[in-house]
């Protein structure tokens, strides 16, 4: 079976759990932490894949790390994970939690670079004309990019609208150099 398929599956079986248990919210915020601390600390993304190291000291280390930090729901999970000799999908799976959760609940992840960083009257803007367009809750990240000189860099999905300075810049660059060697 595919890694993909094997979170894919696990993450939808802990948000219809967590559905049934009203702790939507709580396990995403969880799982937002799992995959945080995966990204961030190396050492733990080795620990989940190392085969040296046996299940139940796997489980124990998620016993103390994890303690009073993630619901019941989120912990009962992970060690079933860890039983089940997947805990090496715990961050595929995390990811595939959040994903899930962000269209269950109609969430739209926007990435907007710009030169500088947005005001607050420009951001609230933005918001407002996104849900209307989008008709979903967003999700709105923020990145700085002075190479871009002005405008902005819109990535909604797979798809992105640059309106850079930049990209504006080199746009006439082209149409310059284009009909220079035309001429």
Known sequence: MANSTIAYRYAKSLLELATERNQVDEVYADMNKLLKYCQLVHDFSLFLQSPLIKTDKKISTFKTLLKGEVTDTTDKFIILLAKNKRESYLEKVAQEFVDLYKIKMKISTVIITSAVKLDEATRERLLKILTTILKN???????????????????????????????????????????????
Request: proline letters at 2%; charged letters at 25%.
């Open 137 to 183: 809750r967003i999700e709105l990240q923020e990145k700085i990019d002075p190479k871009i000189i002005g405008g902005f860099v819109l990535t909604v999905g797979s798809r992105q609208a640059d309106m850079s300075v930049l990209r504006q810049l080199k746009q006439l660059n082209k149409n310059f150099n284009q009909s220079y060697i035309l001429n």
